[in-house]
């Protein structure tokens, strides 16, 4: 997507934050800032960045891009969640249940 724009500086990142029904929620947006703190991740030319204080959720997670017909979007396997909400958008671990909020 990012070539497609021609958005060379962006990279994509990474984040967990409280919120959704279940308490902690993910991000992913494109940036183009880093922090001293952040963690880089390099594949195939392709840079990811998570943050300090989100990187303990990421532990072990599997993320992949699927598209299906003329949607697509990112699916995310975290072995760390414990409890998820049924549209999937939130998440819970067994040490942090976050502050949950009302999904939009």
């Known amino acids: ?5 021609g958005a ?8 967990v934050s409280d919120g959704g029904c279940s308490g902690l929620s993910y ?18 030319g392709f840079e990811v960045v ?5 990187e303990e959720y ?24 414990k409890f998820t909400c049924g549209c999937g958008a939130s998440f819970r671990t067994a040490a942090y249940r976050g502050k949950a909020k009302k999904c939009d």
């Open 1 to 5: 997507m990012l070539k497609d724009i």
């Open 8 to 15: 060379e500086p962006y990279f994509l990142r990474l984040g």
């Open 27 to 44: 991000s992913i947006l494109f940036d183009d800032s880093r922090q001293e703190d952040d963690r880089v991740i390099e594949w195939k």
């Open 50 to 54: 998570i943050g300090n204080a989100s």
């Open 58 to 81: 990421f532990e072990g997670v599997h993320i992949d891009y699927m598209e299906t017909g003329m949607t697509g979007g990112f699916t995310i396997d975290n072995p760390n969640a």
